[in-house]
């Protein structure tokens, strides 16, 4: 674990627009992290809650809320992702709706590291 990567991953999720979602494994690979859809929750799991990061719109790649059902993280996300226009059924989010897809602008240079 560096600081670089937590920094990267830092970055990539601050640039999920609101009323968009991404998968840990969709974070990673923008981050330059292929294959550390694990570490990208485990940096979430660890940010300073005094940090305006939207950890909220980072979901599972089925769309599903990886925090337990009922649980009160789950609730949280759920009230946090509907607060921004994004429909939540039965903690799950429909990809092909709310799925962030980053035009190449944002690729070329907002995500250079």
Same mark, same amino acid.
């Given at each position: 674990? %560096?600081?670089?990567?937590?920094?990267?991953?830092?970055?990539?999720?601050?640039? /999920?627009?609101?009323?968009?979602? &991404?998968?840990?494994?969709? /974070?990673?690979?923008? &981050?330059?992290?292929?294959?550390? &859809?694990?570490?990208?929750?485990?940096?979430?799991?660890?940010?300073?809650?005094?940090?305006?990061?939207?950890?909220?719109?980072?979901?599972?790649?089925?769309?599903?809320?990886?925090?337990?059902?009922? %649980?009160?993280?789950? /609730?949280?996300?759920?009230?946090?992702?509907? %607060?921004?226009?994004?429909?939540?059924?039965?903690?799950?989010?429909?990809?092909?709706?709310?799925?962030?897809?980053?035009?190449?602008?944002?690729?070329?240079?907002?995500? &250079?590291?």
């Amino acid at each position: 674990m %560096s600081e670089e990567h937590r920094s990267q991953i830092y970055h990539t999720v601050s640039l /999920i627009p609101e009323g968009k979602v &991404a998968s840990y494994g969709q /974070i990673a690979d923008l &981050a330059g992290l292929p294959g550390r &859809a694990r570490l990208v929750g485990l940096y979430l799991k660890q940010h300073d809650p005094t940090r305006n990061l939207p950890w909220h719109r980072v979901v599972k790649s089925n769309g599903q809320i990886a925090f337990p059902n009922g %649980s009160d993280k789950a /609730i949280e996300q759920c009230q946090r992702i509907m %607060s921004e226009g994004v429909l939540v059924n039965n903690n799950y989010i429909e990809m092909k709706k709310y799925k962030w897809d980053p035009d190449l602008t944002d690729i070329l240079y907002r995500l &250079a590291f």
